[in-house]
């Protein structure tokens, strides 16, 4: 089963971050007041206050390496410590007056989105009850001091405002990082549903793939022995109860090869088209090695006389591509009437390369003759990358009798 990253051990590395840029940014904004006047020098207890907001980093720095369920846990502590340390910093610079106290604003969202619904609502009534508590109870700068521009007593109506403005925004905020949560939640499942459903699919194509395999190991020398007892009983001269044998013989081959192959198609007529024998092919192969992909290209509507045969030469040479564990196996004719070409490439890797003789063994011997009786010649060549068999023969010249 795929396993994800804790997301909440990420989120408290991210607020180490982010609470020490929220710190240098106001520790530099503080010091850089006294070059204007020598009366802004910032009072150590506020820069004390500042150092006090990496407390909680701190704490994540120590107990970073918990087990998940602790992690979460950690997380809303840091939290409700960034909102208790925020809170006395604001009292420090004036209340809820000063626009620092917006700030509050961000763990609240960061627990929203991370935290159990409970815990979130929890955060937003601490905080709420906090704003107030800083609104009625804060410490006033002096009015020479460095921050009172920024936080002096502004009108009861606008400090009201003020608060009606935060307390939307933190509800708004809260409920919109519960519902970001929860569409987060339920895509993740989706996504694990979805991952176990492909590795059933896959356990199922695996299964699949063995019998497959099974049923091809079993179908090449049935295929073979039909091959074999049609081209005895074509020698002239056979006894009839030879004949007969031979007869029943491919009879039962055909009977049993097809109950493996369970295809929906059955043996093409006497005379087919290119096309329709090449789908028959795939169709056929395709039960055989669902991985195979088979592409037909070339002159569509070529007539095959006799296709039955020129389809058991095509399924052999297909047999031995998937033995030679191929993925793509190529169709291309080209016919000028006079002369055709039927070229047959694989990139199967496992072909044996035998230079004494063109061969891979009884199911090659078997097409040999096959294509001998349909007046065609078989060329092999193997490549790096591709094996193709050429069949040539002449449309205008008749076969060789198969009946």
Same mark, same amino acid.
């Given at each position: 089963?795929?396993?994800?990253?804790?997301?909440?051990?990420?989120?408290?590395?991210?607020?180490?971050?982010?609470?020490?840029?929220?710190?240098?940014?106001?520790?530099?904004?503080?010091?850089?007041?006294?070059?204007?006047?020598?009366?802004?020098?910032?009072?150590?207890?506020?820069?004390? +206050?500042? /150092?006090?907001?990496?407390?909680?980093?701190?704490?994540?720095?120590?107990?970073?390496?918990?087990?998940?369920?602790?992690?979460?846990?950690? !997380?809303?502590?840091?939290?409700?410590?960034?909102?208790?340390?925020?809170?006395? !910093?604001?009292?420090?610079? #004036? #209340?809820?007056?000063?626009?620092?106290?917006?700030? &509050?604003?961000?763990?609240?969202? $960061?627990?929203?989105?991370? $935290?159990?619904?409970?815990?979130?609502?929890?955060? !937003?009534?601490?905080?709420?009850?906090?704003?107030?508590?800083?609104?009625?109870?804060?410490?006033?700068?002096?009015?020479?001091?460095?921050?009172?521009?920024?936080?002096?007593?502004?009108?009861?109506?606008? #400090?009201?405002?003020?608060?009606?403005?935060?307390? /939307?925004?933190?509800?708004?905020?809260?409920?919109?990082?519960?519902?970001?949560?929860?569409?987060?939640?339920?895509?993740?499942?989706?996504?694990?549903?979805?991952?176990?459903? /492909?590795?059933?699919?896959? %356990? &199922?194509?695996?299964?699949?793939?063995?019998?497959?395999?099974?049923?091809?190991?079993?179908?090449?020398?049935?295929?073979?022995?039909?091959?074999?007892?049609?081209?005895?009983?074509?020698?002239?001269?056979?006894?009839?109860?030879?004949?007969?044998?031979?007869?029943?013989?491919?009879?039962?081959? %055909?009977?049993?090869?097809?109950?493996?192959?369970?295809?929906?198609?059955?043996?093409?007529?006497?005379?087919?088209?290119?096309?329709? !024998? #090449?789908?028959?092919? %795939?169709?056929?192969?395709?039960? &055989?090695?669902?991985?195979?992909?088979?592409?037909?290209? +070339?002159?569509?509507?070529?007539?095959?006389?006799?296709?039955?045969?020129?389809?058991?030469?095509?399924?052999?040479?297909?047999?031995?591509?998937?033995?030679?564990?191929?993925?793509?196996?190529?169709?291309? $004719?080209?016919?000028?009437?006079?002369?055709?070409?039927?070229?047959?490439?694989?990139?199967?890797?496992?072909?044996?390369?035998?230079?004494?003789?063109? +061969?891979?063994?009884?199911?090659?011997?078997?097409?040999?003759?096959?294509?001998?009786?349909?007046?065609?010649?078989?060329?092999?060549?193997?490549?790096?990358?591709?094996?193709?068999?050429?069949?040539?023969?002449?449309?205008?010249?008749?076969?060789?009798?198969?009946?």
């Amino acid at each position: 089963m795929t396993t994800y990253p804790n997301p909440h051990r990420t989120w408290r590395r991210r607020l180490i971050a982010l609470r020490s840029l929220l710190v240098v940014c106001l520790a530099l904004a503080l010091l850089t007041l006294p070059r204007f006047s020598p009366d802004l020098l910032p009072p150590p207890a506020l820069l004390a +206050g500042l /150092a006090a907001l990496l407390l909680p980093s701190l704490l994540a720095v120590c107990t970073l390496n918990l087990t998940p369920p602790r992690q979460r846990l950690m !997380l809303g502590i840091e939290l409700a410590l960034d909102l208790l340390l925020m809170l006395a !910093l604001v009292r420090q610079l #004036g #209340g809820a007056a000063n626009p620092l106290s917006f700030y &509050l604003l961000v763990p609240l969202l $960061l627990a929203a989105l991370t $935290l159990p619904p409970r815990a979130a609502w929890s955060l !937003l009534a601490m905080t709420l009850l906090g704003y107030t508590v800083v609104g009625l109870w804060h410490s006033a700068p002096a009015p020479h001091s460095t921050l009172h521009a920024l936080s002096r007593e502004l009108s009861p109506t606008h #400090g009201l405002g003020m608060a009606v403005v935060f307390a /939307a925004l933190a509800v708004v905020l809260t409920l919109l990082g519960q519902v970001i949560q929860s569409l987060s939640r339920e895509q993740q499942r989706q996504q694990e549903r979805l991952l176990e459903l /492909a590795g059933r699919r896959e %356990r &199922l194509y695996q299964v699949a793939a063995t019998l497959a395999h099974q049923a091809h190991e079993l179908n090449t020398p049935l295929s073979s022995l039909v091959m074999l007892a049609d081209n005895a009983g074509q020698e002239p001269g056979l006894p009839d109860a030879t004949r007969e044998d031979l007869a029943q013989i491919e009879t039962l081959a %055909r009977r049993l090869a097809d109950r493996l192959r369970q295809t929906d198609t059955s043996e093409p007529p006497e005379q087919c088209h290119y096309q329709e !024998l #090449g789908e028959r092919l %795939r169709q056929h192969l395709r039960h &055989l090695c669902p991985t195979l992909t088979l592409t037909v290209e +070339g002159s569509q509507n070529t007539e095959f006389q006799d296709a039955p045969a020129w389809f058991r030469v095509l399924a052999n040479l297909g047999y031995n591509a998937i033995d030679a564990g191929a993925e793509h196996l190529v169709l291309r $004719l080209e016919n000028d009437g006079r002369r055709a070409l039927l070229q047959v490439s694989d990139d199967g890797p496992r072909h044996e390369r035998n230079r004494d003789r063109e +061969g891979l063994g009884i199911g090659l011997a078997l097409v040999e003759t096959t294509l001998a009786t349909l007046g065609a010649t078989l060329t092999l060549d193997f490549h790096h990358q591709w094996s193709q068999a050429r069949i040539m023969w002449s449309p205008e010249a008749p076969t060789h009798d198969h009946a």
